[in-house]
């Protein structure tokens, strides 16, 4: 599975856009980008995944680009809830956890 | 709706006992898998499974056994505990899909202390 290279922290005022990056420059064609957090002590919560194209659900858009060597997760309207260690995972079977972007919502 | 239940929640162990951390599921998920967190770490996967009867060692499966002997449950045991075992304990299901493409489930966790 390819590794990811994240930042450690980021601030995000309450209300604006999160953008959290993630390089993936071995990702190879078959392996997918996933996205989860994880909030205080609790277990992951899985956000989003994609393949090449952008994905976007009720929590969050998932940006690829075009030579997929890395990829933005965007939360449009950051609340104090969405404080959490955000990980971003490329794998085409088992999750390898790295560090995680650590992301402090501020008011 | 259930999802991933773990139990214990909390335990502490003396150091050379054993036990069995429980996971089940009811999400007839065939992929099944088992994370520990050490404090301020990103997870580690331990031991996962694919389906009944088949399991796989992941990046850290020393002092850990598994087995696989129906699709609900997955449990974990410490043959003889360590204090290097400390730490927060996470089970993960999901289902196959067309591919492993499937975003796995966790549960709340089981938070072990071995003294």
């Known amino acids: 599975d390819a590794k990811t290279t994240q930042p450690t922290s980021m601030d995000c005022a309450e209300g604006r856009a999160a953008n959290l990056p993630c390089n993936h420059s071995?990702?190879?064609?078959?392996?997918?980008v996933y996205w989860y957090r994880q909030i205080h002590s609790q277990g992951p919560q899985y956000i989003i995944h994609?393949?090449?194209n952008n994905e976007t659900n009720e929590m969050a858009s998932l940006i690829i680009t075009e030579d997929r060597k890395s990829s933005t997760l965007i939360l449009p309207h950051a609340t104090l809830r969405d404080t959490a260690v955000y990980y971003c995972?490329?794998?085409?079977?088992?999750?390898?956890f790295g560090q995680g972007t650590e992301l402090s919502v501020k008011p | 709706n259930a999802g991933v239940t773990q139990t214990p929640k909390f335990q502490v162990l003396k150091t050379g006992q054993s036990m069995t951390l429980q996971c089940a599921q009811d999400?007839?998920?065939?992929?099944m898998s088992w994370y520990r967190q050490d404090p301020g770490m990103g997870l580690r996967l331990i031991h996962y499974?694919?389906?009944?009867?088949?399991?796989d060692q992941g990046e850290v499966p020393n002092g850990y056994n598994v087995s696989r002997s129906t699709t609900e449950d997955f449990p974990l045991r410490l043959l003889s505990a360590a204090p290097s075992q400390t730490s927060v304990y996470f089970c993960?299901?999901?289902?196959?899909?067309?591919?492993?493409?499937?975003?796995?489930?966790f549960g709340d966790g089981t938070r072990l202390s071995i003294l």
């Open positions: 995972i490329v794998t085409g079977g088992k999750l390898i």
């Open positions: 499974s694919v389906g009944a009867g088949i399991t």
């Open positions: 999400m007839n998920h065939e992929y």
């Open positions: 993960a299901s999901s289902g196959l899909g067309t591919g492993i493409d499937q975003p796995q489930h």
């Open positions: 994609g393949l090449k």
């Open positions: 071995t990702i190879s064609g078959n392996e997918y």
